[in-house]
C-alpha cells in the first residue's frame, strides 16, 4: 500500500519499523496467542512491557534516578489540571503564555490557584518567545510552567548558547509541556521538575500521556485531589492502579525501541535539524511563500508559512496533496499553512515537500 508524506500536528506519523512490528505481533504478542490488547495488564508477559517501556524511556531521555516516569491518560490536558493540584503549596504558580496550549494550561490552573503570567507573545499572534523580566517572577511560585514547543504557532525555547534558551527559575521547580518535541532533541532532565508530554506526535497513540517527575514533588497533592489526579497513586503502583492503556503504552514501546535503534535522540536531533534547515533554507529565500516565525525561535518540528493570500493557501494545500504530502494546513484558528515534521518524517519527506514548494514557486510567481 502507498503511504503519504503526512504533515499532521498530531495523531502524526509513527516510525514505519513500529507499525510493522505491531502489525506482525497483532494476532499473537511475544507467542502468546494473544493480541496485547486482550491480555492482562497484570500478567508477565504485560509487565515485561511496561517495565520496558519505562526502562528504554528512561535510557533515551538519561532520565536522572530521582525522577519517576508515569504513564498517565487524559492527553496533555489533562496535566493542566493535575499539574495545579499535585505542585499546589502556597497556592502561586508563574505562566509563560507562548501559545493557546500555554493559555489552556493558564485557564485551567486558574480554576485551581492564582496565576502569574509573567510573559506573553499574544500580542503578535503568539510568532515569538517573549523575554522574561525577572523583577516579575514569583521566588515563592509552587511551579513556574512553560510550553517549550509551541505546536501551532511553530515557536520553540531554545536551548542552545545565545539564544531563547530555558528561564533561570532559582529554586522554583520548572514544569513543562514537551508534547511536540520530546524526543526530538536532547534535553537535560535535570533542569526540570517535571515534564509532560501527549504521546501522539513523537511516541504514540493519542490519550496516553507520559510525565516525567522528580520525587520530591511527588506525595504532597492538594488535600481533596482525586485518586486518579495525584501522581502518588501512579508513582506508588507503576503506573499500575488501575488499567492503563496497554496498547498504547506497548507502541510506545515500541517507537522507543525505534529511537534507540537509530542512535538514540541526539541522532535523530541531527536529522531534525537538517530537516528543518533544509525547509526553512528554501522559505527564507523564496518570494510567494513565507515563513512566520523569527529566526531565533524557530521549532525544528512544526514549521508554519503563509502566501498572504488565503485563496493561494488552499490552492497550495490542494495541489500538494495530489502529491502525496498531506495534511499541510495551518490551525484552524491561524490559517496558512504548517509541515509538521516529528521524528517520523524521513528526510525525504522533507526533500519531497521543498521539491513541490518550488513548482508551486514557479507557476505562482
Ligand atoms: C503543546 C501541546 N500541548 C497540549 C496539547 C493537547 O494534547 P491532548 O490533545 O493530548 O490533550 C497539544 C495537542 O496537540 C499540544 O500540541
Not at 496533496?321 to 484552524?332: C, D, F, I, K, P
Request: glycine share 8%; hydrophobic share 40%.
Amino acid at each position: 500500500m502507498e503511504r503519504v508524506y503526512n504533515f499532521s500536528p498530531g495523531p502524526s506519523m509513527l516510525p514505519l519499523e513500529a507499525l510493522s512490528r505491531a502489525r506482525d505481533e497483532m494476532l499473537s504478542q511475544g507467542g502468546t496467542g494473544m493480541s496485547v490488547m486482550e491480555m492482562s495488564h497484570r500478567s508477565k508477559a504485560y509487565l515485561e512491557i511496561i517495565h520496558g517501556a519505562e526502562q528504554l524511556l528512561r535510557e533515551i531521555m538519561s532520565v536522572p534516578d530521582n525522577y519517576k516516569i508515569l504513564f498517565i491518560q487524559g492527553g496533555a490536558s489533562a496535566q493542566f489540571a493535575m499539574v495545579p493540584f499535585n505542585l499546589f503549596r502556597a497556592g502561586r504558580a508563574d505562566y509563560m503564555q507562548t501559545g493557546q496550549f500555554a493559555a489552556k494550561a493558564i485557564d485551567e490552573a486558574s480554576r485551581f490557584l492564582t496565576v502569574n503570567v509573567v510573559a506573553s507573545s499574544k500580542d503578535k499572534k503568539y510568532s515569538y518567545i517573549p523575554e522574561l523580566d525577572k523583577s516579575k517572577c514569583d521566588p515563592e511560585a509552587d511551579y513556574f510552567h512553560i510550553t517549550i514547543n509551541n505546536t501551532i504557532y511553530g515557536t520553540r525555547f531554545t536551548t542552545g548558547a545565545g539564544t531563547s534558551g530555558l528561564p533561570d527559575t532559582g529554586g522554583v521547580p520548572l514544569v513543562t509541556d514537551m508534547s511536540s518535541s520530546i524526543l526530538s532533541e536532547v534535553y537535560d532532565v535535570s533542569k526540570f521538575g517535571l515534564i509532560y508530554a501527549g504521546a501522539q506526535k513523537n511516541i504514540g497513540p493519542a490519550g496516553l500521556c507520559i510525565v516525567i517527575v522528580r520525587e520530591d514533588l511527588i506525595g504532597r497533592a492538594k488535600p481533596g485531589t482525586p485518586v486518579m489526579m495525584d501522581y502518588k497513586t501512579y508513582a506508588d503502583n507503576e503506573s499500575l492502579y488501575n488499567t492503563p492503556p496497554t496498547f498504547a503504552i506497548y507502541m510506545a514501546k515500541l517507537v522507543f525501541e525505534w529511537v534507540k535503534a537509530r542512535g538514540g535522540v541526539a541522532e535523530l536531533q541531527k536529522v531534525n535539524e537538517e530537516k528543518a534547515a533544509l525547509a526553512y533554507g528554501f522559505l527564507d529565500n523564496a518570494k510567494v511563500l513565507r515563513p512566520t516565525v523569527a529566526p531565533r525561535d524557530r521549532s525544528i518540528m512544526n514549521i508554519p508559512f503563509v502566501t498572504g493570500d488565503e485563496a493561494l493557501d488552499k490552492k497550495f494545500i490542494k495541489e500538494a496533496e495530489t502529491h502525496g504530502l498531506v495534511s499541510l494546513a495551518g490551525h484552524r484558528s491561524v490559517g496558512g499553512m504548517r509541515a509538521s515534521i516529528y521524528n517520523a518524517m524521513p528526510l525525504e519527506g522533507v526533500k519531497a515537500l521543498v521539491r513541490f514548494m518550488e513548482k508551486f514557486e514557479m507557476e505562482n510567481k
